[in-house]
């Protein structure tokens, strides 16, 4: 006999003494309901999609104009920081073969009883009137540049078979890297240096030149007192000038030539040492001013843009110091008597 449980589950029918065994069916699943799947509108794929998946996308017109004008404009912010981060590079090689003149200086100064190298040492001729320059005033040995070669070992030139040099450029550590001629001339030309602001009237006959010594200058001994290019002396307009410097020997000794014109400085007649420039960004070399075609040297205003709106000067205490723009238009203040000086072209005035 077939008995249910409780709880619905058959059991097996009972024998004689044993206990009824309960039988368990597996219960069926429940009946689901089928899911209704709705999909969404297809999209276009996305550009990263598109990518992702292989497939090669074009920019739109706009958007190269847009990636062009960015371009544009970044390198015009650049190009001028590059260009200026390549001047100061070349700047330093100057400041650095400055710093080497600096010290010859000094060492000529020291050997020769305090004495300033002269810009040049003279040679002249009774015989070729009117005391004209002949021997020696083509040669590179007898300007500042030979004469400190003993010091420099560095930067000579020398004739070839008695012969003037053939034009070159200058070598070694009398070599600025941004020195350019035409630059140059330009700052000749400024109505503030030798000319009256247009071009060539204050550059002819000196730029270019026939041959560069050195692309430096030499200050030159300007006379025993001060002097102004323009009226009042000493007011702000027209500071006080004494460049330092010395005139090196002279035969100008016969009768038709006159007296020698030799002038010594030393150290100790130079006010402020610190202050007073000596060498500075310029030109030596030989220039073609008509029947004058020796060699010369130009220290000063002209050097006014040689490096980013200024140049490298070596003062005479040895140190060498970029000043921005003219260095003829620093002025300063003497509060002894009123009267304004050039800072740094003013040897005599100043503690």
């Known amino acids: 006999m077939l008995r249910r449980g409780l709880d619905g589950e058959d059991a097996i029918p009972e024998k004689m003494g044993t206990r009824p065994q309960i039988v368990r069916y597996a219960q069926r699943p429940e009946r689901q309901t089928p899911r209704i799947q709705r999909h969404a509108p297809r999209k276009e794929p996305s550009l990263n999609s598109r990518v992702r998946s292989g497939i090669r996308a074009g920019f739109t017109l706009i958007e190269l104009l847009v990636v062009i004008a960015i371009i544009a404009l970044l390198a015009s912010i650049l190009l001028p920081v590059f260009s200026q981060a390549r001047e100061k590079a070349r700047q330093a090689v100057c400041l650095s073969n400055e710093k080497q003149i ?11 009883d305090e004495n300033l190298v002269p810009g040049r040492n003279y040679i002249w001729s009774a015989l070729q009137p009117p005391c004209s320059l002949v021997s020696k005033t083509t040669d590179f040995e ?11 070992k560095e930067g000579g030139k020398t004739e070839q078979g008695g012969e003037p040099l053939p034009a070159g450029d200058a070598v070694g550590v009398f070599k600025c890297p941004s020195f350019d001629p035409t630059r140059y001339a330009m700052g000749m030309d400024a109505a503030d240096c030798d000319g009256d602001g247009t071009p060539g009237s204050g550059s002819t006959g000196w730029m270019p030149s026939r041959n560069y010594f050195a692309n430096y200058g030499l200050s030159s001994y300007t006379g025993p007192g001060e002097f102004s290019n323009c009226a009042p002396g000493g007011s702000e307009q027209c500071p006080w000038q004494a460049f330092a410097g010395a005139i090196g020997r002279s035969n100008k000794n016969d009768g038709e030539c006159g007296g020698s014109t030799a002038h010594n400085m030393t150290l100790s007649q ?18 073609n001013l008509g029947p004058y075609n020796g060699s010369a040297s130009l220290f000063g205003c002209e050097a006014a843009d040689t490096h980013n709106g200024g140049a490298n000067f070596v003062m005479l205490d040895g140190h060498v110091q970029f000043i921005h723009g003219n260095i003829q ?4 203040l003497d509060p002894n008597d009123g009267q304004w000086y050039g800072t740094y072209v003013d040897y005599l005035r100043g503690n």
């Open 102 to 112: 600096s010290n010859a200086v000094l060492m000529y100064a020291q050997d020769y």
């Open 270 to 287: 130079v006010a402020r040492p610190s202050s007073v420039a000596f060498v500075g960004d310029g030109f030596t070399g030989l220039v």
């Open 142 to 152: 007898p300007t500042w540049c030979g004469l400190l070669q003993p010091y420099l």
């Open 329 to 332: 238009n620093n002025e300063t």
